[in-house]
């Protein structure tokens, strides 16, 4: 299994990204896709999550898939400087819920940095 994390970027304050994650060997219809950040400093933390059994994904930026693409997005509206991290998205297989714990994911992308400046 891998996942590409991609889209990140250097914008400045109140800028949207997009960020992609697509994966290989792995049906993401058919897993729990979360998105963590790492911000300079701090401990990774939970930002969003989508399953096929959690509708709209949980969190604090709108997250979406296209199964076609086997992809899943991170739409990142309004950024201040404290979005500023490097951000992962991980899978875990086989489920049809969002996983509220970090352990709880079976895969790691290598994660796209996002620097939030003006």
């Known amino acids: 299994v891998q996942l590409q994390a991609s889209g990140g970027g250097l914008v400045q304050p109140g800028s949207s990204l997009r960020l992609s994650c697509a994966a290989s060997?792995?049906?993401?219809?058919?897993?729990?896709v979360g998105w963590f950040r790492q911000a300079p400093g701090k401990r990774r933390e939970g930002v969003a999550c989508?399953?096929s059994g959690d509708h709209t994904g949980a969190g604090r930026f709108p997250i979406s898939r296209d199964n076609a693409k086997n992809t899943v997005y991170l739409h990142m509206n309004n950024l201040t400087p404290e979005g500023t991290a490097r951000y992962y998205c991980?899978?875990?297989?086989?489920?049809?819920?969002?996983?509220?714990?970090?352990?709880?994911?079976?895969?790691w992308g290598q994660g796209t940095l996002v620097t939030v400046s003006s």
């Open positions: 989508i399953a």
């Open positions: 060997s792995v049906n993401l219809d058919d897993a729990a």
């Open positions: 991980a899978v875990r297989l086989r489920t049809v819920h969002c996983r509220s714990y970090q352990h709880e994911y079976n895969y």
